[in-house]
Structure formats: structure tokens, C-alpha cells
T-cell receptor, first 113, second 113 residues
Framework: GQQLNQSPQSMFIQEGEDVSMNCTSS?????WLWYKQDPGEGPVLLIA?????ELTSNGRLTAQFGITRKDSFLNISASIPSDVGIYFC?????????????FGKGTKLSVKP | DSGVTQTPKHLITATGQRVTLRCSPR?????VYWYQQSLDQGLQFLIQ???????AKGNILERFSAQQFPDLHSELNLSSLELGDSALYFC????????????FGSGTRLTVV
């Protein structure tokens, strides 16, 4: 089946630093999504991307849908302690009656104050 | 509060037993998805229902089954439980096929002892 490779697996950074993580796929998707999961909670949608080359921002977060439709990246600028959590990329090919998301294995972000 | 309600939040049971996890989707959402999250496998798609009908199946074991009722709530039944079934089980919902992303509940943590 489809696989998503997400990197890095974990990051330990200083507060105020910028963060970059990416996701690559062996096949194309027509939607890329980025989620954040806090401990004990379900994933929360951060950004959704629908078109190849699309660049979308949500506050300090910026994500891009790769031109090849096989990759996406997420940048967080000026990280703060509440950015701590696990970030997941997810790809979807919707159409017809189904639209299940395929998730990467996550990037665990730790921020040192 | 995401609007997706999952009960119970925690469940501890013995091997060989059967349990039922319940999910109430966000108001207006017709699709319900079940995901399993374990430490080494990440978020794995199990099954999707749309307006009462099964629409997609992922890596769901034969010992597991689900259904969506006329009021749109869904139940995931896990039987003949094994130690390896210990995981977080998430329910998510979306209006249609989820092209705008899913909304996740807080999950049920299942521990099989």
C-alpha cells in the first residue's frame, strides 16, 4: 500500500528557532494535510493543501504541496513551548465514495525554553 | 472540544475478552473513520462508514468489526483480544469524504492485560 516517509522522527530545538519537517510518498496524492497531536489528545488539523505548488500559512506555520504531488513540507517559525507535540503529515486521494487518510509516522518536536 | 465524542476514555481488559468502543461524530458529519495508533505503527486506518454504510476498509483484523447506526454514531467491536491490540483507538468524522480533513476525537486507550 501507499507509504509516507516523514522526517525527521524527532527534533529538539531552542525556543525561538525555526523548524522544518517534510513528508515524501512513493505515489501521488491530491490532498496533503498536516496535523498536530498533543499528549492524550487526538490529532488536530493545522493546514490543508489541495493543489500542487500551493503554499499556505496558518499563523507561524507554513506548508507547501510539492510540485510532483509526492511531497510536502511544514515550517514553524519562531517556535514557542506550546509547539511541543507530534506533527503528522497525511495524504489523501479522494473520489468516489472513499477518502481515507494515509498518515506519516510523525515528527516529535521538543522545545527547550 | 472537537465535537467528536469517544467513550470510554480508558479501558483495561483481559486477553480473550470483547470490548465495544463508541463514537458520536460531530453534528452534521456523515462519515466516521476508525484509526488505531500504536507506538511502532503510527496511525493506521481501520474502516470508514458513510451515512450508515461501510465505504472503505483498511488494515482491520477479522476479529474487529464496526457499524454506524441510523443516528450516525458508530461502534467498533474488538473481540478475542490479544496483548498486541493494546493501543489508542481514534474515531474521526467528516461531512463527506473528508477532502477538507477529518476531525478527531480524543481517543480510547485500550490496555489488554
Amino acid at each position: 500500500g501507499q507509504q509516507l516517509n516523514q522526517s525527521p522522527q524527532s527534533m529538539f530545538i531552542q525556543e525561538g528557532e525555526d523548524v522544518s519537517m517534510n513528508c515524501t510518498s512513493s505515489s501521488i496524492f491530491n490532498t496533503w494535510l498536516w496535523y498536530k497531536q498533543d499528549p492524550g489528545e487526538g490529532p488536530v488539523l493545522l493546514i490543508a493543501l489541495y493543489k500542487a505548488g500551493e503554499l499556505t500559512s496558518n499563523g507561524r506555520l507554513t506548508a507547501q504541496f510539492g510540485i510532483t504531488r509526492k511531497d510536502s513540507f511544514l515550517n514553524i517559525s519562531a517556535s514557542i513551548p506550546s509547539d511541543v507535540g507530534i506533527y503528522f503529515c497525511a495524504g489523501m486521494n479522494y473520489g468516489g465514495s472513499q477518502g481515507n487518510l494515509i498518515f506519516g509516522k510523525g515528527t516529535k518536536l521538543s522545545v527547550k525554553p | 472540544d472537537s465535537g467528536v465524542t469517544q467513550t470510554p476514555k480508558h479501558l483495561i481488559t483481559a486477553t480473550g475478552q470483547r470490548v465495544t468502543l463508541r463514537c458520536s461524530p460531530r453534528s452534521g458529519d456523515l462519515s466516521v473513520y476508525w484509526y488505531q495508533q500504536s507506538l511502532d505503527q503510527g496511525l493506521q486506518f481501520l474502516i470508514q462508514y458513510y451515512n450508515g454504510e461501510e465505504r472503505a476498509k483498511g488494515n482491520i483484523l477479522e476479529r474487529f468489526s464496526a457499524q454506524q447506526f441510523p443516528d450516525l454514531h458508530s461502534e467498533l467491536n474488538l473481540s478475542s483480544l490479544e496483548l498486541g491490540d493494546s493501543a489508542l483507538y481514534f474515531c474521526a468524522s467528516s461531512v463527506g469524504t473528508g477532502s477538507f480533513g477529518y476531525t478527531f476525537g480524543s481517543g480510547t486507550r485500550l490496555t489488554v492485560v
